[in-house]
């Protein structure tokens, strides 16, 4: 494999020294970059990008040709897991995602097979190989999927939710299905993060949408459980380096210490949350990414600059942050304020490393 | 004044000594009762409910004709204040509430007046006196307002919003006209809750329902700042009796150490949050009131009755805990389950008290 040319987001992760605080964005390829958006147009529809390695390398490399951007992040969608499971995966204008068929009786839930994604997901592995290659070093790529309540909530309700009621009915009245279930999401999750890390995958995030929907004990007991287990399962070294996993649930909040206690190497936090004060409960078992709001994109780049500075100033010196956003960039941002948000982070963090 | 035969919930508030700890639920007078359906109907609108004194008083009791509820709270909405400001406030069917004009310039909040509740608002205060002469003493009235903060983002966005993308424009690019328009918000709430105390109301609720969007700082200077202003202003004390304050910010989880410290006498706590674990942070500074995720409701008896004692027990022994959902009961539950729930708390809740 080529050498990486700018590891600094692999380095943060590890809490090792870098010059400068990395720095990505969620969802950065994306409906707000018009080349993305005439890619869509090419590909017909959303599951034309991520079913085509072409289309989704693409895509995925499109951001950073705009941006000094410290890691690239495989286009694809969290539920290709259950879509492999015969689901039937599809998307109406304006509805998020939808399922053809549910998932809500226990001969529903027993019916699922751990997948195998050479097989059932060969052009997401497609992809990520792809992607690699045609970095050429440039930047890491991560990988990424949902988490197994993330997706057990899409395949009970059949697409997204207000308040989660068909999956909630399951977690409090058939508590051992939901379990089944979100074993065998979690052994689909392991092999799948596995098969990316194989093909070339150089880190990994876990995409917790959901979790925060839940109470604390609900979200130790079928959440948080399951993605210990697929820590715990995962390649973590490859090519002589570590490979690290990032754990992101939105609203997670309160609950950093357990997440931090999973033997995840960092931990997404969205906007609510205070990085300063997260670092002091973490402490120095794991590193912080995020946490702007990103409806400060909508702000003039003079108040992002301030923004990223009050953030880049409350985490503090030292290595352990990456920047993101607290959660994916929406569609009506500017790019030239992305750029601006970028830039910002790279200025302003020179003086937090030495 | 009648005497109050059931205290229970404003002892609970000032934590004084109960015999079993106090019910009641956000939006207890809702959808899931038939009568209140029924009543709706005949009122032709929402509307139609909240702006005729009698229908509101009727479906405020309704509840506690069913149930051995420790409090009523006035039936109204939370976005009376804007419509009193000219705004226009209309449902539509399955989209919640809208407004005909909306706020967005500055000129549009130099155009705004601090509202006079008896003559802009005669409905609601004519409402709380007919409630209160109706309850006869059974149990304590609640009054109630929207934060300055929440019907900001609904006067900006001129409804409900996914991510408040105009609110924080005008937050992050205008702070001063943000902080014009949040004040004579929080003055017209000031007046607002003193015409309901003066009226009758025993206990108010500040409903912060979209406090929890902001970041840490933004819901400092945006939202917490302008409840601390109201609760400065609030009559405390009335009929020989304190008036408590509840602050109810949805996903302040993370800032109770910050909400308890603005002068109110209790907090709301939505499922996310374990009340024990919260009940250790704010110490004996304020009451807690939650925080029983509402999805329960969709389970069976028996697991609501299981849930009631795990979130009693992690609350534990003593007064200070006045038992609730963590957010409104929604309208597809079964009437039967809100019963069994609030039998639980009265039958599970004797032990921890002496």
């Known amino acids: 494999m080529t050498e990486l040319k700018n590891d600094r987001f692999l380095r943060a992760l590890m809490r ?60 694809s969608d969290i539920l290709t897991i259950p879509d492999a499971m015969g689901l039937g995966l599809y998307f109406e204008t304006g509805e998020g995602p939808k399922f053809k068929k549910t998932v809500r009786t226990e001969a529903d839930v027993n019916s699922l097979k751990v997948i195998d994604p ?14 690699r290659r045609e970095l050429n070093g440039r930047v890491p790529l991560i990988g ?22 068909r999956a909630k009915q399951m977690l409090y009245n058939s508590p051992e299905v939901m379990h089944r279930l979100l074993d065998t999401l ?4 392991t092999v799948y993060l596995n098969a990316q890390i194989e093909a070339g995958a150089q880190a990994v995030q876990i995409f917790d949408t959901w979790g925060g929907a839940l109470s604390h004990q609900a979200y130790d ?25 990032i754990l992101f649930t939105k609203g997670g909040g309160q609950w950093l210490e357990a997440m931090a206690a999973t033997g995840a190497d960092a931990l997404g936090l969205d906007w609510t949350t205070d990085i300063g004060a997260a670092r002091k409960r973490v402490g120095d078992s794991v590193a912080l990414q995020g946490n702007m709001d990103p409806t400060i994109l909508y702000a003039s780049p003079e108040r992002i600059r301030e923004e990223v500075g009050r953030i880049l100033s409350s985490y503090g010196s030292g290595s352990g942050h990456i920047f993101n956003l607290g959660h994916g960039i929406t569609p009506e941002v500017d790019p030239e304020h992305a750029g601006a948000f970028i830039r910002a982070v790279h200025d302003l963090s020179t003086a937090y490393h030495t």
Chains 1, 2 share one sequence.
């Open 144 to 165: 990424f999927s949902g988490s197994p309540w993330t997706l057990a909530t899409y395949m009970i309700e059949g697409g997204s939710s207000r308040d989660f009621r």
């Open 16 to 75: 090792e020294p870098v010059d400068v605080t990395p720095v990505w964005m969620m969802r950065q390829a994306g409906r707000y970059l018009p080349e993305y958006r005439a890619s869509r147009e090419r590909a017909g529809n959303f599951m034309g990008l991520c079913g085509n390695p072409e289309a989704a390398c693409e895509v995925t490399l499109q951001p950073l040709e705009r941006y000094p951007l410290d890691a690239a992040i495989l286009f």
């Open 118 to 131: 050479k097989s059932d997901l060969p052009y997401v592995i497609d992809a990520v190989s792809l992607i």
């Open 186 to 189: 979690a052994q689909s999750v």
């Open 221 to 245: 007991e079928f959440s948080l459980k399951y993605m210990r287990q697929i820590v715990s399962g995962l390649i973590r070294e490859r090519e002589g380096r570590k490979v690290p996993v």
